[in-house]
């Protein structure tokens, strides 16, 4: 079957941009979601995207949709440590109970 | 904040045994969801429910089965524990539409 797919992996130096991509499966997805996962803990919702925008930024993320490709970005500026964690973009295809996600983008962010 | 508590954060149990993981939310949200999240797989979804005392089968139901007596709690049980079982469980919550979902901290289980 079709999968949300990401890159497994992104290292960045500290105070660089950091940009994370994301590639989903249903064009009839309302809305798509980037979460954030800190070590050892439950994963948090960032943001979110409406399906008829092509940008959302709020403070240091923004995120690009391009639906015609089915690609969705997450870039974060200025980033620090404390962005280090693993990103989860994720869908909810119409008329589907379940949210689909992709594999996680895990993201070092070195000193 | 909609707030969705895991009773454990670290489990250890052997092979064979009876586990049950809970999950409680408290913002009345009809859906509840549990995944089992292992490295390079992302999250896979096990079972979730749309109401009380419903079930649905996710994409890896086999060896778990699930209860939800009361909206506010879902459980996860493992009736004979293995050691293909030692993974990170997720609960999440949500309402319907197209609400996000929002997750516990999750247990970490490890059968030996």
């Known amino acids: 079957g079709e999968d949300v797919e990401q890159s497994l992996f992104l290292s960045v130096r500290e105070g660089d941009s950091s940009v994370i991509n994301c590639t989903y499966t249903?064009?009839?997805?309302?809305?798509l979601y980037w979460y954030k996962q800190e070590p050892g803990a439950g994963l948090q919702l960032l943001t979110y995207?409406?399906?008829?925008?092509d940008m959302k930024q709020d403070q240091r993320l923004t995120v690009l949709l391009n639906k015609k490709d089915k690609h969705l970005s997450l870039r974060i500026a200025d980033t620090q440590t404390g962005d280090s964690a693993i990103y989860f973009c994720?869908?909810?295809?119409?008329?589907?109970?379940?949210?689909?996600f992709g594999a996680g983008t895990r993201l070092t962010v070195k000193p | 904040d909609v707030k969705v508590t895991q009773s454990s954060r670290y489990l250890v149990k052997r092979t064979g045994e009876k586990v049950f993981l809970e999950c409680v939310q408290d913002?009345?949200?009809?859906?509840m969801f549990w995944y089992r999240q292992d490295p390079g797989l992302g999250l896979r979804l096990i079972y979730f429910?749309?109401?009380?005392?419903?079930?649905e089968k996710g994409d890896i139901p086999e060896g778990y089965s699930v209860s939800r007596e009361k909206k506010e709690r879902f459980s996860l049980i493992l009736e004979s524990a293995s050691t293909n079982q030692t993974s990170m469980y997720l609960c999440?919550?949500?309402?319907?539409?197209?609400?996000?979902?929002?997750f516990g901290n999750g247990t970490r289980l490890t059968v030996t």
């Open positions: 249903d064009s009839s997805s309302t809305y």
């Open positions: 429910s749309y109401d009380v005392k419903m079930k």
């Open positions: 994720a869908e909810i295809p119409l008329n589907n109970n379940d949210m689909r």
């Open positions: 913002m009345d949200h009809e859906n």
């Open positions: 995207i409406f399906s008829n925008m």
């Open positions: 999440a919550s949500r309402p319907g539409g197209n609400s996000p979902l929002h």
